[in-house]
């Protein structure tokens, strides 16, 4: 497996730093103390800038190297889960209700390393722009620093980002051309009927079995509206009415849930649907429902060229790669980020280990020097010295 030597050596040093993210995990925009130490440790490099609090709490890295005016930008997320961990591993959490169960830290340490490796030696002609990154769990972080000029502000050009993967074996990557993670948008919907004494429905408005029946009726959209060659997910999660007793008609009802899709114009259609089927249902009830639809994170979509560039840099560190693996339908925030600019997202293996977000989840060490040397090696043939 051709890893860079220079990966292989440090990988204690970098798995250290991987260890002490995991310990103080921070959550959305309050991570100060892991941007504090992501940008200590690239002016320590040596990186031509280093801003702190794009995005909020963000940090940008600049490396420059040659004379082209070829400009990349490499991401990694830097937040944490607000959850317990049970890893049981010596270098759990710290804090209370704060885990790094999505292995976050492990991409801040391996773009931390790459960044190491290429103030070091520039054997590259351009610029790398490194892009830590706050809140990408529900938080919008990479829209954030979108906003704030991450990207026009240094001329990206391209933009690539990296997420472990259980279930693929490490030393593996996967990736695909076009979507590759789903969009996530949430809806909350009140249904107000008449409440009443239970014994007494026909003086009420049954609220519970109205809504019953738009949780039923919603289900039909991504069925019977939906184009069949396309993929949705429309999930109704949350059942809540005021009442907790088994005598009372209830007078609301509220649901709430997400839709996920890869094609904006199915997004455009299910918004629409909900809002009919919802309302239309509840009247048929003698209800009324008022629906809120919230836009989430777009779809993850990987750009065709760039997806090769990407594909290129991984066979070179490993060897094995699939593709075309199938797209997913949880959400990332990098997609915001491949809205402004061409580029991709790859998946790198993490072995047999508890899913992300599971308590007993961990990012695997043995996957760093693979990370470290697939951003490297990626760097290194977009901007080839002459």
């Not at 830590?132 to 000029?149: I, N, R, S, T, Y």
């Not at 109205?210 to 509206?225: E, F, K, P, T």
């Amino acid at each position: 497996m051709p890893i860079k030597n220079s990966f292989a050596e440090m990988q204690g040093e970098i798995t250290a730093w991987r260890h002490d993210f995991h310990e103080h995990p921070e959550i959305l925009f309050d991570v100060h103390r892991t941007a504090g130490v992501v940008a200590d440790k690239l002016r320590e490099f040596g990186c031509d800038e280093v801003v702190e609090g794009i995005g909020i709490t963000g940090v940008v890295g600049v490396i420059k190297a040659g004379k082209s005016d070829r400009v990349i930008a490499l991401r990694a997320d830097m937040d944490a889960l607000p959850m317990q961990e049970a890893s049981g591993v010596e270098y759990a959490s710290k804090i209370p209700g704060a885990a790094h169960a999505c292995g976050h830290d492990g991409h801040t340490a391996m773009l931390l390393g790459a960044a190491k490796y290429l103030t070091e030696t520039r054997n590259f002609d351009g610029t790398v722009v490194l892009l830590f990154q706050p809140a990408e769990e529900g938080g919008g972080g990479g829209l954030k620093m979108v906003e704030d000029g991450a990207m026009d502000r240094w001329n990206v050009q391209e933009v690539y980002g990296l997420h472990n993967m259980p279930g693929v074996p490490v030393g593996e990557f996967a990736i695909r051309s076009g979507p590759m993670m789903a969009s996530a948008d949430e809806f909350e919907i009140i249904v107000t009927g008449k409440g009443g004494h239970a014994a007494m429905p026909h003086e009420a408005v049954d609220t519970t079995l109205a809504a019953s029946h738009v949780v039923v009726a919603l289900n039909s959209i991504v069925s019977r509206n939906v184009d069949p060659v396309k993929h949705a997910v429309l999930t109704v999660a949350t059942f809540l009415t005021e009442s907790d007793t088994q005598n009372v008609i209830p007078q609301t009802a509220k649901l709430r849930g997400t839709v996920r899709c890869f094609d904006n114009d199915v997004r455009d259609l299910i918004e629409d649907r909900l809002t009919a089927v919802a309302t239309a249902t509840a009247d048929a009830y003698g209800a009324t429902a008022k629906v809120t639809y919230k836009r989430g994170y777009p779809p993850t979509v990987n750009a065709d060229e760039q997806t090769r560039h990407a594909i290129d840099a991984a066979q070179a560190v490993s060897g094995k790669v699939d593709t075309d693996t199938p797209p997913i339908m949880p959400a990332e925030d990098f997609s915001y980020m491949l809205e402004s600019r061409p580029g991709a997202y790859i998946f790198l293996g993490n072995g047999d280990t508890p899913m992300c977000h599971h308590p007993a989840y961990d990012f695997n060490d043995a996957a760093i020097p693979l990370g470290c040397s697939f951003f490297a090696e990626l760097i290194e043939r977009r901007l080839p010295r002459d």
